[in-house]
């Protein structure tokens, strides 16, 4: 696992310096390093759900099975569907004999479905989410694709543009193939399951908090009505305060199964922030467990105890960024500032310093510039090293003139062109 804590910034412009520079703000000396949490789990992760700044990883890059964790993806392609009118939430779904079958599994998580009936979209989401009802969750699947072949197909190329670099997908649900039943792919391994790494878990659960953010209203309910009948949810952190520091506990998703374990996707508020954190295949000795809310606990509570979140607001000045020169602008000197407000988590136990490096780049700056013109990107490190994300390019800082830069007028340019002849 890495710290992501103490603020750098490289950025890419028209010149070349290199100076040191202490930041304006510094952190208090308290707490442990995140890194000595030793999360026991054999993948984990927690990321600002905002920016997607990773806050503590362990082996978050290798594909996992995920299991019912599948389901969040599920629900991301829904709130799109309902989002390009392809869907309504009160769209009806009818369920045929092989749906009600799978539904009345015993060894399935589910709600009853009945064959012939409908149910709107809203309800199987809510199933889905809320008890891991897993042939809501197919239903859903074969509503917006027609088969579960399709719909995995169409869950590969949402991770695809997502950024997620390895996944497998064979149904909505996460069951292994060989808990299908009637509806198993044929062709493919009774033991096939779903599979991401916890980093791509991190990215569906952040495209899912950020595109459809009323998700937490329904993943921190503890129980639902179903079709006249009540069901309890599987989210033993809901309602607790065991992580305690003011963290409120929204959801999010869990998973099982014999070959991924016991897996959670937490979803909890922090100082306004959103965070996500990400528990695959806890070491839990049975079905029941805890272990992966225990982890979870620890994780959360780990990460708020040893960073705290900061903003950078818009147009401030960032030390280490100096001023640049725009020869045919009326003031030639330009400031510049950031050009949207951005948090960041920084460590509680260290002091921080900034550094800017300003290097070369083939392109030209001409007045008149707006405020809002970005003419430099800013990266941010510490100690010399990134601060890391879920995508790359939520690492760099816009930077643009805090002011308006007006063009000088021709006499003016004229006199600057004839005083570099003496």
Known sequence: MKKRPILTMTVTIIAAVFFLVHIPFQANAAGTATDDLQIKAKASLAVDAGTGQILYEQNAKQPLAIASVS????????DQQIKTHKLKWNSPVKIDSK?????????????????????????????????SANAAAIALGNKV??????????????????????????????????????????????NAENEMSAEGVG??????????????KITSLKNFVFAGSQYEGHNSLLGTKTVGHNVNVTGLKTGTSDKA??????????????????????RNTSPT????????????????????PVRINKRSKVDGVEDILVKNAKNQTVKLGTNQNRWLWLPSNQDLKVTGQFTNKAKKIEAPLST???????????????FEYLNDQDAKISMTPVKKVKKA????LLFRALAKLF
């Open 71 to 78: 389901k969040l993806m599920t629900i991301y392609i829904i």
């Open 99 to 131: 749906l009600a079958e799978l539904s009345t599994a015993a060894e399935l998580t589910n709600v009853t479905l009945k064959a012939g009936h409908t149910y709107n979209v809203r309800s199987l989401v809510k199933a889905a989410l809320v008890s």
């Open 145 to 190: 694709s027609g088969n579960q072949k399709n719909f995995a197909l169409l869950m590969q190329k949402t991770a695809k543009k997502m950024g997620i670099k390895h996944s497998k997908f064979y149904n909505a649900a996460g069951l292994p193939n060989k808990l299908m039943g009637k509806l198993a792919l044929s062709g493919v391994s009774p």
């Open 203 to 216: 990215m569906v659960a952040t495209n899912l908090i950020n595109s459809f953010p009323a998700v937490t």
């Open 261 to 282: 374990g016991a897996c959670f996707v937490g979803s909890a508020t922090y100082q306004g922030r959103k965070i996500i954190t990400v528990i695959l295949h806890a």
């Open 289 to 308: 467990d805890p272990a992966r809310y225990v982890q979870t606990e620890k994780l959360m509570r780990g990460v708020v105890i040893n960073n705290r």
């Open 372 to 386: 809002d013109q970005v003419v430099a990107k800013a990266e941010l490190k510490v100690n010399g090293q990134k």
């Open 409 to 412: 007028n021709v006499f003016v």
